[in-house]
């Protein structure tokens, strides 16, 4: 399948997101990037620039009904420009400090959880990159999509959200592209090539 001169049915939804810990942190903002790649997968970036406290150990990001797609090639960095380690396997039970700068992907029967450790309490900006293997797929009219990319249910709820979504070769044009998206306060458009 490739994206180049084909159309796209683009459904925004809103991806599962929930942040596992006890108290009330703030996630201020969440901006996730989308970067369709010409064999459909997706390279996501969310940003989530937070305040966390002194409880709870981690962040997660729930992929469910993935429809054989495939997470992978995982990057988790913070605000201070740390990589965290993504080497070996993710230990949900392990202590705050054993999963400070530690991220990890599980697999789940319906779906996988993206995994990092909190870190110090205060203001953080957590980056979490990952590929989803076929998110656009070939329909008889159009390439297209339907995924959440943000629950409604975020826990911490985000005070403010937003997607963007573009090609990795090129723009998107209006003759091309058809966009719906629903379940959120807010507007879609196509602006300067992306969605």
Not at 20 to 39: A, G
Not at 122 to 149: A, E, H, I, K, P
Request: glycine residues 8%; negative net charge; charged residues 25%.
């Amino acid at each position: 399948m490739y994206l180049r001169n084909r159309f796209f049915l683009i459904l925004l939804l809103q991806l599962l997101s929930v942040c596992s810990v006890l108290s009330t942190p703030r996630l201020k903002d969440l901006n996730i990037y989308v970067s369709l790649q010409d064999n459909g997968d997706a390279r996501i970036t969310e940003v989530r620039e937070m305040e966390i406290d002194d409880t709870g150990t981690e962040c997660y990001i729930l992929i469910g009904n993935t429809n054989g797609s495939v997470v992978r090639d995982l990057e988790v960095s913070d605000e201070t420009g740390t990589n965290y380690d993504t080497s070996g396997s993710w230990d949900i039970k392990g202590s705050r400090s054993a999963k400070t700068q530690r991220a990890g992907i599980l697999e789940k029967d319906n779906g996988y959880e993206i995994c990092w450790g909190l870190g110090a309490s205060g203001s953080r900006t957590y980056q979490v990159t990952y590929t989803l293997t076929t998110l656009v797929r070939s329909y008889q009219d159009y390439d297209g999509f339907n995924y959440m990319f943000v629950a409604s249910q975020l826990n911490p709820h985000a005070e403010h959200a937003r997607v963007v979504i573009n090609k990795e070769d090129g723009a998107f044009t209006e003759r091309e592209v058809h966009m719906w998206a629903f379940r959120f306060r807010g507007d879609v458009n196509l602006v300067d090539g992306e969605v």
